[in-house]
């Protein structure tokens, strides 16, 4: 049983431009949560999202970050037109139901330049 | 807006001997989760705790909580450096009809000296 799918594993991006996180949940799981974490941080809360619908973005900033979770596919995280302060490991995590146990991917690092 | 303190941030200690890390939150929560983080990886969860007094353990680690005084312990005991490690804290405060996301402690960086 694969666990929670992120990728890439790393992405580098210059200034200005899209960067797209990718995660795949647990099999079974259709809930999926989003988390910032900066360097010697905390993980951050984003977004929680089920298929096709966002149940919580309060975490989310409000220009430039957008999250989806279609009813087919992964549930992607876009960052638009980056800058520097993305720069941050985005994990995400999947569940079973809501407020269960929750099990994070590896985590995508993003680099912007 | 919920608040997640966890001390120390840093602890360095020898092997063989025990410490707690502390974790204290603001507002009433029962569900609380230890997590663990080695440099560059995801997080293992380690211990789930769902009631007030709850006690876990695994290995040299044992977690308790304390939903009155909003506390959660994560003990160790005779350490190795195998368990060098960064160690978070998370409350979730979901209710099922709003916030279901996890809110973190900075995390404890915990070095163990041989």
């Known amino acids: 049983n694969a666990g929670v799918m992120q990728n890439p594993r790393h992405l580098v991006r210059r200034r200005g431009q899209e960067a797209r996180l990718r995660c795949s949940p647990m099999?079974?799981?259709?809930?999926v949560y989003w988390y910032r974490q900066l360097p010697e941080e905390g993980l951050k809360f984003m977004v929680y999202l089920q298929k096709e619908n966002i149940i919580d973005e309060s975490g989310m900033p409000k220009e430039r970050f957008s999250a989806e979770f279609p009813k087919e596919g992964p549930s992607i995280l876009r960052i638009q037109q980056v800058v520097r302060g993305d720069s941050a490991a985005y994990f995400c995590?999947?569940?079973?139901?809501?407020?269960?146990?929750?099990?994070f991917g590896q985590g995508t690092r993003l680099t912007v330049v | 807006e919920l608040k997640v303190e966890q001390n120390p941030l840093f602890l360095s200690m020898q092997e063989g001997k025990n410490y707690t890390i502390y974790c204290n939150y603001s507002?009433?929560?029962?569900?609380l989760y230890w997590y663990r983080q080695d440099p560059g990886k995801s997080l293992e969860s380690l211990f789930v705790l769902l009631s007030n007094g709850a006690v876990k353990q695994e290995g040299r680690l044992m977690a308790s909580l304390d939903t009155k005084a909003r506390l959660s312990t994560l003990h160790i005991t005779a350490a190795v450096h195998d368990l060098s490690a960064t160690y978070f804290c998370?409350?979730?405060?979901?209710?099922?009809?709003?916030?279901?996301?996890?809110?973190f402690g900075k995390g404890t960086h915990l070095i163990i000296q041989p």
């Open positions: 507002t009433t929560s029962d569900r």
């Open positions: 998370a409350v979730d405060m979901g209710s099922g009809g709003g916030a279901d996301g996890l809110t």
């Open positions: 099999k079974g799981h259709s809930h």
């Open positions: 995590a999947s569940s079973r139901q809501g407020r269960t146990e929750a099990f």
